[in-house]
Nanobody
Framework: QVQLVESGGGSVQTGGSLRLSCEAS????????MGWFRQAPGKEREGVAR????????VYDRSVKGRFTISQDAAKNSVYLQMNSLKPEDSAMYYC?????????????WGQGTQVTVSS
């Protein structure tokens, strides 16, 4: 079992930045990919970004490409999401998750989430 704990959410104005962090513990050796998805009230879950084991390949949703950057620190079993040029439509609960591969958008396990609110 993998446990995921997110941190770094908060409230910012349009154009601001936030950095989300996620620390994995437990059975991390079997994790092939980690990433982030988000869900706003009344909306479907939306994949945001994923990073493959080794960090060489990243996948972004078109809505965040060029503004968000995913990275990882394998030694710390951690993954990060740098979010720049935030927009009100980025407001959602953000979840750190594991994936079978970085090309599969359906998450295997996820954490409790961290709230991101962007005001206009």
């Amino acid at each position: 079992q993998v446990q995921l704990v997110e941190s770094g959410g908060g409230s910012v104005q349009t154009g601001g930045s936030l950095r989300l962090s996620c620390e994995a513990s437990g059975d991390t050796y079997s994790t092939n990919s980690m990433g982030w998805f988000r869900q706003a009230p009344g909306k479907e879950r939306e994949g945001v970004a994923r990073i493959c084991r080794g960090g060489g390949t990243t996948v972004y949703d078109r809505s965040v490409k060029g503004r968000f950057t995913i990275s990882q620190d394998a030694a710390k079993n951690s993954v990060y999401l740098q979010m720049n040029s935030l927009k009100p439509e980025d407001s959602a609960m953000y979840y750190c998750a594991t994936y079978q591969t970085c090309y599969v958008s359906y998450p295997e396990k996820w954490g409790q989430g961290t709230q991101v609110t962007v005001s206009s």
